[in-house]
């Protein structure tokens, strides 16, 4: 089976140039929750935007489930539950009222379970109570779960979400992943956008790093997280003592600060370094190897903090 | 299960839900239309057109030398639903045409709720579709608002009998009655080219007050073109033109020549107009 969603050289040039997508592969696996990662504005909702046939790419492909988008979006788009670009509804209708709407616009959905599954739905996201409710009335977090019930009014084979926990007060954002991780655990697979290294880390089991319209990075999340070299740190009050004996033993990159030094151990086992240390009385508080967190590798990957990308 | 029946499975699962649904969108695009306050209110306003002009007749009387058909309505109150659509024709009624299809692509632009339609999918063809007809139901629903508050306010404050048409013959109430709802239909289908303009002004745009603002303009300039005399070569090209042919219903035998070519040019106005928002909508970048 090929992979749920697929692009090639997918590249989106805005009117006056700007190149908002440059030449992204993409391959996200099947069964993967895969954490589409960047700050505002690298280049995500316009990615997400092309794969789900609501602007057309200046060059290069998208297939989704295995066909050509958007040539086959009427026959693809039932199986894929979407939220883009935050939640849209009209204001002056009931959150039961806009599931239907949005419902009956897919001819293939059945009017006559329309209700039962938009009361499944709502319940799911943890709406019932509101459900004949203006969405006028409705706070934004209640707006986003609304927006991830349409998705879920029908059983879908691949969810993609932009921004899904945005604007959610931390135990919404709780409620979210875990319904994340839910309907992963029932094979659908997951296409979610964040600007929250948090995320990737807590849900997804796949990566893939946006930067300025271009993609650096997709594999596993472990992967990712293993990628840069683990560092060896050194608690110590003897800094200086410390710092000679580890550049005697050939580590480089040697960072000094108010009661650590740290720096890249080469190709050397831990345990030499212990050794040594002790042996040149370094009196050590603490010791040991430090995996990067996503974040630093997402610095080191583009070079620039986790900004707004101009 | 060898690769072929499971081909001829899938088709049984997939094939009966393919198109099936069809209408469900038509409908939600009725319930969309039809259940927003203004558009209640703008019917009410339609509603009231009658109830007004039949109260102006009753208070300031009418001794039957009034231009047209107000001038009749004191003697027969069925000409109430007749002047009423003739007054309403020139202002309030594009004015709600206007609104509503102004309001139509551009207010789900606007909202965002376009995103999730077309996820849904509904289809960009089959979308506009569903928002033409809305448009001219709406235009139906408009006029025969207008011809039955008519019939309600014109039976209840003046006498009814026999109608005397404009060509000086007489024909029963009930003749009468189904004449002044030929009137009704044919006015609603005299709206059909301006839902039209409205319809792709309103793909152009997220924004649906300028939708709006810009459908009213094109009415405005057409209405002046349609006043300038010297512009009479292309008088019959014009949107407005034949507008009043309505009252030709009203001879004996009705008079279909200028119907007919107002319906035509109805229809030249919709079909570009249509075709127009439907190369729109189906290669615009949705935002």
Redesign the interface.
Known sequence: MSAPVVTRGLTKRFHGGQVAVDAVDLEVPAGSVFGFLGPNGSGKTTTI?ML?????PTSGEVQLLGEPMPKA??RV??R?G?L??????????TGQANL????????????RTRKTRAGEALERVGLSNAAGKKVRAYSLGMRQRLAIA?ALMQRRELLVLDEPTNGLDPQGTREVRHLIRDLASDGTTIFTSTHLLAEVEQVCTHAAIMSRGKLLRQSTVAQLRTELRARLVVRTPDLEQAAQTLQGLGVTDLKTTDETVEGDPGELPIEKFAAALVAADVRIHGFGLERPSLEETFVALTGEGFDVAE | MSPSDAAVESAVVQAP??????L??F??EL??VF???RTQVGLGVLAAVPLLVGIAVKIAGSDGGDEGFIGQIAGNGLFLIVASLGLSLPFFLPTAVTVISGESLAGEAS???L?????????RS??LAAKMVALAIFCLVATMTIWLSGLIVGFILFPVGDVLLLSGSTVSLGEGLLRALGIAVVISLSLLGLAGIGLFVSSLTSTPLAAMAATFGAFIVLGILTAIPQLHAIHPWLLMFRWQSFADLLRDPPYWHDIGLNLLVQAAYLVVFYTAAWARIT?R???
């Open positions: 935007r789900l046939g609501l602007i057309a979006q009427l788009l039932p894929v979407a883009v670009e935050g939640p849209a509804f009209y204001p002056f209708w239907l709407r949005f419902d009956a616009a897919d001819r293939t959905a059945d009017p349409v | 839900s393919a198109g099936r649904h069809t469900a969108l409908l939600s319930r969309l259940g927003r306050a909202l965002g709720t995103r999730n339609l077309l996820t849904a999918p509904a289809g089959r979308l290669s970048d949705i935002t």
